[in-house]
């Protein structure tokens, strides 16, 4: 979608009514010295004009376009400034989301895997704690949809489900709301009996921020220039890790320029209470599978190497083939290799995680 038009106007900052002169309000500056060319901005859509155009508050400015499609009133969504002058602005596909999440994300790296933790835990309070009697039923369900004593195929189905924004279909056609898990922090972050604390709330309420995020990510469609790729949180049973799965499609323009089959990579970005920071990196195409286990000391590397011949005949009895597995010690953070892997799967410049003001 494009929004611009020719001309494009953008009104000036509205001064506090003191700074106003007697002749009205500040005259409207050139969009060149408002936005710069390949910004990713947020807008929310106020109203429209007799005229059919629609107007846009970016960061207090209010801004006057025509769009190619309709906007509804109070929609919201990301932008790329493609052009300054004149100014012409396009739906950012993933871009504007992924990188509102980096930032949000590497603010609390910890806050995900705390939040998912906290709910496992309540989850087995809830039928004793008679405060949690409005949630009991959604925090059991998210307990037996995260983990179990019995291996579950479709566990993980039920739990990305749940996670997610959609709808899970059963049988006889009838369906089963998804995204349960906002509704359920929602309630939580409330806390009318206050079970929680505080701090407690607020995690929950983080927690919500970025599960939020995340269902924005994998709800938008990734453009003709980018792989499509999904990221959702990885949990594991007792407190043993939490982190982030990134999956990647490679793009159909690829595919088609090689003749061959279509692969996919996956990425596990892992905090382990026994481990420390591991990074698995899976490479699919066709039945070859080559992976890496990235990890952050020598003596993990030590640990884990001796037991990867074990695994890729595991892989191999499963189908794949060739199957090779290496381990080295990473040579950056975690973080930034998470940082790094959603700035190329969007196509994103360097997210800045800080930004600095005079």
Not at 141 to 148: C, D, H, I
Not at 152 to 163: N, S, W, Y
Not at 181 to 205: F, P, S, V, Y
């Amino acid at each position: 979608m494009k929004i611009g038009g020719s001309p494009f106007v953008v009104k000036g900052i509205q001064l506090p009514v003191s700074d106003r002169s007697e002749g009205g309000g500040k005259p409207g500056l050139p969009a060149s010295v408002l936005f710069g060319q390949g910004q990713l901005v947020r807008g929310e859509v106020t109203g429209i004009t007799p005229e059919g155009k629609v107007v846009l508050d970016i960061g207090g400015q209010l801004v006057e376009a025509r769009s190619e499609v309709a906007l509804k009133p109070g929609s919201a969504l990301w932008l790329e400034v493609r052009q300054t002058e004149p100014l012409w602005l396009r739906v950012a596909d993933k871009k504007g989301a992924a990188q509102e999440f980096l930032r949000q994300y590497c603010a609390d790296p910890a806050a995900m895997g705390k939040g998912l933790r906290g709910l496992l835990g309540l989850a087995f309070l809830a039928d004793a704690e008679k405060s949690l009697a409005d949630q009991a039923g959604m925090l059991r369900n998210f307990a037996n949809t995260a983990m179990g004593a019995e291996p579950d195929p479709d566990r993980i189905i039920r739990l990305l489900a749940m996670l997610g924004s959609g709808t899970v279909r059963e049988e006889h056609d009838s369906s089963q709301a998804g995204g349960k898990l906002q509704e359920l922090l929602a309630l939580l972050t409330a806390d009318k009996a206050a079970i929680l604390g505080k701090a407690n709330a607020a995690a929950m309420q983080k927690l919500g921020l970025l599960v939020e995020l995340q269902g924005e990510i994998n709800a938008l469609p990734a453009s003709a220039q980018q792989a499509q790729f999904l990221l959702f949180p990885c949990l594991f049973a007792m407190g043993a890790g939490a982190g982030q799965w990134l999956f990647t499609l490679d793009s159909g323009e690829d595919q088609a320029a090689t003749g061959e089959e279509r692969g996919y990579a996956l990425s596990f970005f892992l905090e382990m209470s026994r481990l420390g920071e591991l990074q698995i990196q899976l490479r699919v195409k066709g039945q070859a599978l080559q992976g890496e286990c990235v990890v952050s000391t020598e003596a993990v590397r030590e640990h884990m190497a001796p037991q990867l011949g074990e695994l890729e005949d595991l892989l191999g009895k499963l189908g794949y083939g060739p199957v090779r597995f290496s381990c080295r010690v990473a040579k950056s953070s975690m973080l930034e290799s998470l940082k790094s892997g959603m700035e190329a799967a969007a196509q994103l410049e360097s997210v800045r995680i800080v930004d600095l003001e005079a």
